[in-house]
């Protein structure tokens, strides 16, 4: 595994750290909920070898990047994360982002707010929101969201932290079926072990309902003005078949296109479940790496 650098930035108000390899074009790397950094530990070093200069951050509130004071961490906060994080690492119209998960959302938001900071995008195991918003209350989707509604009560702040956040052992095994998470889990423990850390990441699910707390109306329009809108750049979507976390069948991945750039790419992979950068990276990473040569 190639040696990473490790430095901070202030943006938005807050001080990221990240990692980084290379030089070049920024491809800024977000990642998701129970994740660090560390999940792109394979997809880093070839970006770099791509030539690009490729960072990847700590999250709004997950240790070391500080947790905000103003315990911010709706959707439009997350989008101007995205837009201050490329000003602050010095990105120009060359740059990629790559997300995945929440780290997704972010990247909608942030693409549509100020687009022409991206040349192209790769999101991953998050559909746009006018496609995740006809799944997301569904029955068997209500099923695999349960922590959505489980972490609006006070409950789940001493359940999920109990037993070494076994909790979020049990969300790696569903999410990523028979996957072994040895080397990812120590890691995102890592970021989510002090208390405010972890309450910052139920947060974001949290602020999903404010403020009118379970307000249907109200949340998903909050939710549509900070990342409903099409994102007009050139996007590779990829999505696996065996995702415990959000179910994207056939029927509902041909809606995606819609809300992508022209020359986007929407592609289901066979037998892959949520965590799919750490789970098959010499393929997710070769469609990725494909993706950012094309220039069509």
């Known amino acids: 595994m190639p040696e990473f650098k490790t430095g901070s930035v202030q943006a938005n108000n807050l001080r990221?750290?990240?990692?980084?390899?290379?030089?070049?074009?920024?491809?800024?790397?977000?990642?998701?909920?129970?994740?660090?950094?560390?999940?792109?530990?394979?997809?880093l070093p070839e970006l770099a070898m791509a030539g690009y200069r490729a960072?990847?951050?700590?999250?709004?509130?997950?240790?070391?990047?500080?947790?905000?004071?103003?315990?911010?961490?709706?959707?439009?906060?997350?989008?101007?994360?995205?837009?201050?994080?490329?000003e602050a690492l010095g990105g120009g119209a060359d740059a990629?982002?790559?997300?995945?998960?929440?780290?997704?959302?972010?990247?909608?938001g942030g693409a549509a707010l100020e687009p022409t900071r991206w040349s192209r995008c790769v999101i991953m195991n998050v559909p746009p929101l006018g496609v995740f918003e006809q799944l997301v209350f569904r029955y068997d989707q209500i099923k695999r969201s349960f922590y959505f509604w489980f972490f609006q009560m006070q409950v789940s702040d001493a359940v999920v932290p109990a037993d070494d956040l076994a909790f979020i052992d049990g969300l790696w095994a569903d999410w990523s079926p028979g996957y072994d998470a040895k080397e990812d889990l120590p890691r995102v423990k890592e970021c989510l072990r002090n208390t405010p850390n972890l309450r910052a990441a139920m947060g974001y699910y949290r602020a999903l309902f404010d403020p009118a707390r379970f307000g249907l109306q109200t949340a998903m329009e909050a939710q549509k003005a900070a990342?409903?809108?099409?994102?007009?750049?050139?996007?590779?979507y990829l999505h696996g078949t065996n995702d415990g976390c959000i179910g994207l069948d056939a029927e509902a991945a041909k809606k995606v296109p819609a809300f992508l750039g022209p020359g986007s790419k929407v592609e289901?992979?066979?037998?892959?479940?949520?965590?799919?950068?750490?789970?098959?990276?010499?393929?997710?990473?070769?469609?990725?790496?494909q993706f950012l040569r094309d220039p069509h």
Do not use: K
């Open 268 to 289: 289901r992979i066979e037998g892959i479940g949520h965590f799919m950068l750490v789970e098959r990276p010499t393929e997710v990473n070769s469609r990725i790496l």
């Open 55 to 86: 960072v990847a951050p700590f999250m709004r509130g997950y240790a070391p990047t500080e947790v905000p004071a103003n315990g911010s961490f709706q959707t439009s906060a997350l989008a101007a994360d995205v837009v201050a994080l490329h």
């Open 16 to 43: 990221f750290h990240y990692l980084e390899i290379g030089q070049g074009p920024l491809a800024l790397c977000l990642h998701g909920f129970p994740d660090s950094p560390w999940t792109y530990r394979f997809l």
């Open 96 to 108: 990629v982002l790559i997300a995945h998960d929440w780290g997704s959302i972010a990247a909608y």
């Open 227 to 236: 990342w409903g809108r099409p994102i007009p750049q050139p996007t590779l």
